[in-house]
C-alpha cells in the first residue's frame, strides 16, 4: 500500500470517528434537554400537588369551623327562644346570652380571615403556573403554551388523521406604528389584535403571541378550506376595526408531519403574502409547495364553506358577531 493510500485511509478512518463523535455530543446534548425538560416538568408536578394539598388542608380547617360554630348557633337560637315565651323578658340575660355568641363569633371570623390569607397565598401560586403559559401584554398564549399544543395536536394527527390547520398573523409595517405614535400605541394595537382573535375563533382553537407583532391560530378538527374562510375573516375583520392590517400564512398539517415543517410551511405563505403587497392570505399547499393567494369579500368567506367545523358548540363558518377593541 503506498503512503497516499494510507494516508487516505487514516483519513477517511479519522473522519468517521470525527462524525461518530458529533453525533454523539449532539445526541447526549439532545438527551439530556429532554432529561431537564422532563426534570422541570416533575418539578412543576410537584409544585402544583403542594398547592393542591394546601387547598385541601385550607378547605378541612374551614369545614371543621363552621362544624365547630353550628351547635354554638343552635344554642342561642333556642335560648332566644325560651327569651320570647318568658312573659317578661330581661335586658340583662339578652346581654349574656349575646356576650356567650360573641366568642364563637369572634373565634370563627378569625379562623375565616385565616384561611383567606392562605387562600390568596395560594391564589398566587396557581396565577403562577398560568403566566408560565400566557403572554402578559396580550393575555393570549404564549410561545411556550404554542409549542407545547403544536407538538400534542401534530402528534394526535399523524396518529388518527385528525385535521389540524395553523395560521401565522403579521402586522404589517407595525414598526411605523411605533415610530409615529409611539410603543403605548403599539402596545395598544397588539392588545385589540388579540381581543379580536379571541373572538374570532372557537374555544378549542389557541391563540397565541408568536414573537414581536406575530400572532398564531392553532385550528385542529379543521381543514385547510375552512382556515381560508375564518382566516379571511379575520383579516377583513382587522382591516375594518384597527388601524392597521394583517398578513396570514396558511398551511394544514400532513401525514407525518412535525411542528417544525408545519410552521415552515405556514411562514413560508406568510412571506409570500407579505411579499405580493400585504393585507392578505396566503396558503401553503402542502406536498405540491405551491403558495397561492385567496381574496374573498366578507360574504364570500362567510358562505363558501360548505362543511361546519364545531368544536364547542362554534362554527368556523360563522362571522364572530362582537369584538372588544380598546381606544
Not at 119 to 143: C, H, I, K, M, Y
Not at 165 to 176: G, P
Not at 269 to 274: C, D, P, R, S, T
Not at 281 to 309: F, K, M, P, Y
Request: hydrophobic share 40%; proline share 3%.
Amino acid at each position: 500500500m503506498t503512503f497516499l493510500e494510507n494516508w487516505s485511509s487514516s483519513l477517511s478512518t479519522t473522519l468517521l470517528a470525527a462524525v461518530a463523535a458529533l453525533g454523539y455530543i449532539v445526541g447526549r446534548m439532545r438527551h439530556r434537554k429532554e432529561l431537564e425538560r422532563r426534570a422541570n416538568g416533575r418539578q412543576e408536578i410537584m409544585r402544583a400537588r403542594i398547592v393542591a394539598r394546601e387547598l385541601e388542608g385550607i378547605g378541612n380547617q374551614l369545614q371543621k369551623a363552621l362544624q365547630a360554630h353550628i351547635p354554638a348557633v343552635n344554642k342561642f337560637s333556642s335560648q332566644l327562644s325560651r327569651l320570647e315565651q318568658k312573659p317578661q323578658v330581661s335586658w340583662h340575660e339578652l346581654c349574656d346570652r349575646a356576650d356567650e355568641m360573641l366568642k364563637p363569633i369572634l373565634r370563627l371570623s378569625s379562623q375565616i380571615s385565616q384561611a383567606y390569607s392562605e387562600l390568596l397565598q395560594q391564589t398566587a401560586d396557581l396565577a403562577s403556573f398560568a403566566e408560565l403559559r400566557t403572554d402578559p401584554l396580550t393575555g393570549v398564549a404564549n410561545r411556550r403554551a404554542f409549542d407545547e399544543s403544536l407538538a400534542t395536536y401534530v402528534s394526535r394527527q399523524s396518529r388518527y388523521g385528525e385535521p389540524l390547520s395553523l395560521a401565522i398573523l403579521d402586522i404589517d409595517f407595525f414598526k411605523q406604528v411605533n415610530d409615529a405614535h409611539g410603543h403605548v400605541q403599539g402596545d395598544r394595537v397588539l392588545q385589540n389584535l388579540a381581543a379580536l382573535l379571541r373572538g374570532a375563533v372557537r374555544d378549542c382553537d389557541l391563540v397565541a403571541r408568536f414573537g414581536g407583532e406575530e400572532f398564531v391560530l392553532l385550528m385542529p378538527q379543521t381543514e385547510l378550506h375552512a382556515a381560508c374562510s375564518l382566516t379571511e375573516r379575520i383579516r377583513a375583520s382587522v382591516q375594518q376595526l384597527l388601524p392597521v392590517t394583517v398578513s396570514v400564512g396558511l398551511a394544514a398539517a400532513a401525514d407525518d408531519d412535525t411542528p417544525e415543517h408545519l410552521i415552515a410551511r405556514a411562514d413560508a405563505a406568510l412571506y409570500q403574502a407579505k411579499g405580493a403587497g400585504r393585507n392578505r392570505v396566503c396558503l401553503h399547499e402542502g406536498s405540491s409547495g405551491r403558495i397561492v393567494g385567496i381574496n374573498l369579500n366578507n360574504d364570500q368567506a362567510t358562505n363558501s364553506i360548505g362543511d361546519q367545523v364545531t368544536c364547542e358548540g362554534a362554527t368556523h363558518d360563522e362571522p364572530s358577531t362582537s369584538v372588544a377593541v380598546r381606544s
